[in-house]
């Protein structure tokens, strides 16, 4: 417990205490390094005491003095061909470690499961606030449904802070839809709809990807995410009404990308 | 041999002395039957630790039985059942299989040395991809394990073989057969491309239409059936088959995991084989399970994840076993808290049906769902943080010898230390909702599996002296050990670091070069090792210094008792724990006065018997007595066969069978010759395929006699029945699983919505009738061979077989009415589950009735009256049929 609260107190935490609040990706951050330092720290612990005791008990002419002294014991009780096996002594040790290794999960696991409830919590307040987009995936690419019904094929665009739901699903088989810099990710299962809402909170352009193989073109079934200062995004939003983006004229929409403020994953 | 079955008496004899044990009732009454003294006539050569020789086997052969040819010839390898030879065989086998996926990952990751290569076709990457998954978690993990099972498990436990040798040599043979179909895969068009999870409704021939997808499914068929008669062979053998003083809490912790990954196994290969099943009658017939919208991709799911889970401990428990041992071995050291491993690993085994969902916390379950399968998940790794410290401690105050199996072994648990502690990352939902399907869960994965690799191979080395009788060279073992770690942690490492590449993919971000480059190096070094190891172990096969029995210090288990290798039939007399350690009780101490009042030899009925007649011995291994104490008692077949040609043959067949049926699709064939093609491959492959089973059920062939030393708690259930019990708690799981596809499928739509196939439940009415009064007959069938009746046992099989046939008519007709109303297999979801479920109750039906003709054939012979198990081993079966259509009847016609 001790140290949990040693580690957790480390990380930056934004207002309101020990739970992380923010964005999805900075909900993700700051588990994830909690997580790194704190499993890091165990397993280095766990791994230099399994190398110090293999060091310090290996068989060797220098140890042969030392099994006549304080260990006579140990060594007079070295198992033999045939014996029953019985239970090794040490079990008080054992146990000790036993609690706290399970300390230490289930705090990690109680505290982010905390997180659990706020991240799927949100959509509480202000309902029409939230944009929802529909999602379809198909071999091998996305097409996205606006409120207005308009269509777009291989583009997503969506306001600076606001809430977005995405609801996704598919025509052929299992696709999954993540934008791993926002951190948003679902599962797209014909026949099927999820959902995952996120707050972008800065502009640029982000990419999309599948994350379930998903047949020939599985790598390259990527999507372009914009995200559009508000009002630039209300005054596009206005004109789609009537046009909509088919997969004939897709490679149109990516001209306007010319605002990219921030690129992943290179480009294709 | 001869020489064990004559010390029986000792055993049995000191045991009503030390009684008190649970089973010591059971024993005394096998004791009454020793002291018959039939056994100790039998031969007559035996001297204390008397080697056994084959020859001498062989000198016993009788007409009907195959002579067990020596090490040096090859038909010796097609026809053995030992389990040692059989070992050697799945060893074997499954490196080649290693070396197989191997080169698949080899060829991905040169794929991935750039991040837009152009090495692999999108295509071949997936297919790599898919068969890279396959071949490593079914056809080299378990059975590279399960070559050490083979070989270790019956030694540890002092048994002369398991307690189905023929059935063994045929999981082998079904497993190697299923390996090469999956090979012929890839020259049918394309095989598996979809991953290892082979996720739905991708798997289907919409997406994936090539014939090689259908065979590789039906390789994973075949692979499932090796497994699962694997699974009741080893289960009966364990828990039938300890020497006496082997109580539970005794047995060698190797044996433990063992023992809990086949009960795994039998449960989770069972899910399994619904799935594939499933999927190809969605493939070969057309059915629509898959493609249904809105419930086919979740149900494959489901399915895949329920087997796919306990998969990862099926895997890594063998490995565990392993490290347990060689801790103990090479530090000196009892097992700190041993019994709380025991416990940890049972705890585990129970609780890991019940994680799968954690696979699928993307696909929109509800939190509470999730939250239940968080907690789960978290709990079933807690049991491992005590096992992993119960390792580390048992190495305090130990004479640590840093031989090549320590090494290995020490290096598996660090791995598995940074693969558990990567998986708790996951176990975090909001994690894992980012960690899905990123390179973090190869990562993860491959720091398990491979650690748990890492184990078996230190394994390999630890029993190599005893396999072979050579030791390996030590120096270059360690030089296998410092390049496979330092390989190992260069090519998955690195996939930590380079986390955020999706999986599965040709082609990534090229800020992620320099670790994908890295693994790739890694990869490379890690392939190389085993050259080393391959080196190693082959010359010293011819140029290794002699092991001798017990080369390790500090062992302490049994198979280190005896030579290297050990003798055909294991043991120089009874193995025994009795006393509180391992003896070999021989001759002399039989005839110690004082002791086995009974025993004396010459006193004998035996050799009054021999009215075993021609059934199939795997059957005839002897149980309780109680109805025919002298069976088995005739001195020219008190041995044991190890020789038996046909599970080669019907491995052979069933892979003949295979091939033909891949070319079908969508309940028909290909257009022209290669229809034709297969067409005559399937009937050929079914005739050969029939009679390699009738020549194997008619061969005479004894397994390994009782009574046993330890059977608890199973003393009152024959070999052969409780393999009967456990193959049926299989086949529970199976009918489960369809029955829970059907429930699910029906859920999705809309319980009251589903359209019930058949609108008139009259055929299914009569046709439990049916059922129902052919359970009377089987039961009165078998009270008449009981009482020796040939013509009521031939009267009551009739029956039984008018009505099974009765049965199929009925439904015949019944189904012939629906098609013609247009309601087909493809027609619906609604009619796919009603058709696949109840035909395969309906498959099971005929099996039921073939096996009743072959009885009825032989019981017209005289067969049967002096030994009526197998007609209450097939009673068994038959009502456990009918059991099962008494579930299916309302959920498919009523409700
Ligand atoms: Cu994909
Ligand atoms: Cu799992």
């Known amino acids: 417990m001790h140290t949990v609260g040693s580690v957790v107190a480390v990380v930056p935490l934004h207002g309101e205490g020990i739970l992380p609040t923010g964005t999805r990706a900075d909900v993700f951050r700051e588990i994830f390094w909690v997580f790194l330092l704190l499993g890091t720290l165990v397993g280095v612990v766990v791994i230099v005491y399994m190398f110090y005791n293999a060091y310090k008990y290996r068989d060797g002419g220098a140890r042969a003095g030392a099994v006549d002294g304080r260990e006579r014991g140990a060594a007079d009780d070295r198992p033999t061909l045939g014996e029953l096996p019985t239970g090794g002594g040490g079990g008080r040790k054992l146990f000790l470690s036993f609690a706290l290794s399970t300390v230490i999960v289930i705090s990690l696991i109680a505290w982010t499961y905390g997180t659990l409830l706020y991240v799927e919590a949100a959509p509480t307040e202000q309902e029409d606030d939230v944009l929802e987009i529909r999602v379809e995936a198909y071999q091998f690419g996305w097409a996205f449904t606006y409120p207005n019904g308009h269509t777009a094929d291989g583009t997503l665009r969506v306001p600076q802070g606001e809430t977005v739901e995405l609801v996704v699903t598919s025509r052929d088989v299992f696709h999954n839809f993540g934008i791993p810099e926002l951190r948003v990710k679902a599962d797209a299962i014909p026949g099927q709809t999820t959902t995952a809402r996120f707050t972008p909170s800065e502009t640029g352009t982000y990419q999309a990807n599948c994350y379930e193989l998903c047949g020939a073109g599985h790598s390259y079934m990527t999507a372009e995410v914009v995200v559009m200062e508000p009002d630039d995004y209300e005054r596009w939003y206005e004109n789609t009404a009537s046009n909509s983006e088919t997969p004939s004229n897709a490679t149109t929409a990516n001209s306007t990308t010319a605002n990219a403020s921030a690129s992943v994953g290179g480009d294709r | ?895």
């Open chain 2, 1 to 895: 041999m001869n020489d064990e079955t004559r010390h029986r008496t000792e055993p049995d004899g000191g045991h009503t002395t030390d009684g008190g044990h649970a089973s010591a009732g059971e024993r005394t009454t096998d004791g009454e039957h020793e002291t018959d003294g039939g056994r100790a006539t039998d031969g007559g050569h035996a001297t204390a630790g008397d080697e056994l020789d084959p020859s001498r086997i062989d000198g016993h052969a009788d007409a009907a039985e195959e002579a067990f040819p020596p090490l040096g010839s090859i038909k010796r390898w097609f026809v053995t059942t030992n389990h040692k030879d059989i070992g050697i065989l799945y060893t074997l086998t499954a490196l080649f299989f290693l070396v197989f996926g191997g080169v698949l990952a080899l060829l991905m990751r040169v794929q991935l040395w750039t991040p837009g290569g152009n090495f692999l076709s999108p295509l071949s990457y997936n297919q790599a991809v898919t068969a890279h998954g396959l071949l490593m978690v079914f056809w080299f993990l378990s059975p590279f394990a399960f070559g050490f099972a083979n070989y270790v498990v019956p030694l540890q436990i002092g048994a002369k073989d398991l307690a189905f040798p023929r059935l063994n040599a045929l999981s082998y043979w079904l497993y190697l057969f299923s390996g090469v179909l999956f090979g012929v895969s890839f020259f049918q068009g394309q095989s598996l491309a979809g991953g290892w999870t082979m996720y739905a409704p991708l798997n289907l021939p919409t997406y994936m239409p090539n014939v090689g997808a259908t065979t590789a499914i039906l390789a994973l068929v075949l692979f499932v059936a090796s497994v699962t008669v694997s699974s009741v062979n080893f289960l009966t053998t364990m828990h039938r088959m300890r020497a006496e003083g082997l109580t539970y809490w005794r047995l060698p912790l190797f044996t433990w995991t063992i023992l809990l990954t086949v009960w795994m196994m039998l449960f989770a290969f069972a899910a399994l084989l619904a799935a594939l099943l499933i999927l190809t009658s969605d493939r070969l017939l057309g059915t629509t399970y898959f493609a249904a919208e809105g419930s086919g991709s979740l149900l494959w799911a489901h399915l895949f994840w329920f087997f796919g889970h306990p998969e990862v401990y099926i895997v890594f428990f063998p490995a565990l076993g392993v490290m347990a041992e060689t801790f103990q071995t090479f530090t000196g050291r009892r097992l700190v808290g041993r019994k709380w491993f025991i416990l940890a690993m049972i705890l585990v085994a129970v609780q890991s049906f019940a994680v799968w969902m954690h696979h699928m916390f993307l696909t929109g379950i509800n939190l509470q769902v999730k939250t239940l399968f968080m907690a789960t998940t978290i709990g079933i790794s807690l049991p491992f943080d005590l096992m992993v410290f119960a390792l580390i401690y048992t190495m305090i105050k130990g004479r640590i010898r840093f031989t090549t199996p320590f090494l290995f072994s020490f290096g598996a648990l660090v791995l598995f230390i940074i693969g558990g502690i990567t998986g708790v990352f996951l176990g975090a939902i909001v994690l894992d909702y980012e960690f899905r399907g990123t390179y973090w869960v190869v990562a993860h994965f491959h720091y398990v599996m491979v650690g748990g690799v890492t184990a078996l191979i230190g394994g390999l080395y630890y029993w190599f002296p005893k396999m072979t009788g050579r030791m390996y060279d030590e120096w270059l073992g360690k030089v296998h050990f410092g390049l496979f770690f330092v390989g190992f942690n260069l090519l998955y490492f690195p996939m930590f670091l380079a986390w955020e590449t999706p999986r599965r993919v040709i082609e990534y971000d090229p800020a992620f070069v320099t670790w994908h480059q890295l693994a790739t190096v890694g990869a490379f070094v890690l392939g190389a090792s085993f050259l080393v190891m391959f080196w190693n172990l082959s010359r010293s096969l011819f140029v290794g210094e002699e092991a001798g029995d017990n080369p390790w210090e500090f062992a302490t288990t049994a198979e280190w008792a005896v030579p290297s290798p050990p003798p055909l039939e294991n043991f120089p007399g009874t193995p025994s724990y009795g006393s509180g350690s391992l003896r070999f009780l021989t001759t002399e101490r039989a005839l110690t006065p004082g002791e086995g009042s009974g025993g004396a030899p010459g006193v004998a009925d035996g050799g009054t018997t021999a009215a075993v007649g021609g059934i199939d011995h795997d059957l005839d291994s002897r149980g309780l007595g109680g109805h025919d104490p002298d069976r088995s008692h005739d001195p020219n077949h008190g041995h044991e066969s190890h020789a038996s040609v046909w599970p080669f043959v019907v491995g052979l067949a069933s892979f003949v069978v295979f091939l033909g049926l891949s070319g079908f699709r969508d309940g028909g064939l290909p257009p022209g010759m290669e229809g034709g093609i297969y067409a005559g491959i399937a009937v050929v492959g079914t005739a050969f395929l029939a009679f390699a089973l009738v020549g194997m059920a008619r061969q005479r062939f004894r397994g390994p006699a009782g009574p046993f030393g330890e059977s608890w708690p199973f003393d009152g259930v024959e070999n052969t029945k409780l393999g009967v019990w456990i193959f049926l708690a299989s086949d529970v799981v199976l009918f489960g699983a369809f029955i829970g596809a059907y429930v699910f499928t029906r859920v999705a739509h809309g319980w009251v919505d589903w359209h019930v196939v058949p609108h008139d439940p009259t055929p299914g009415l009569v046709n439990t009738y049916l059922l129902l009064t052919s359970s009377f007959s089987v039961v009165l069938a078998l009270v008449a061979a009981e009482k020796g009746s040939r013509y009521g046992l031939l009267a009551g099989l009739t029956a039984t077989l008018v009505l099974g046939v009765g049965f199929l008519a009925n439904k015949a007709i019944e189904w012939n009415e629906l098609f013609h109303e247009g309601l087909t297999l493809s027609s619906s979801v609604e009619t796919s589950t009603f058709y696949l479920t109840t035909g395969l109750h309906g498959a099971h039906v005929l099996v039921g009735l073939l096996i009743v003709l072959y009885m009825m054939g032989r019981a017209a012979r005289g067969a049967y009256l002096d030994d009526e198990r197998p007609v209450e081993y097939f009673g068994l079966y038959w009502h456990f049929v009918d059991i099962v259509w008494l579930f299916l009847f309302p959920l498919f016609y009523i409700i």
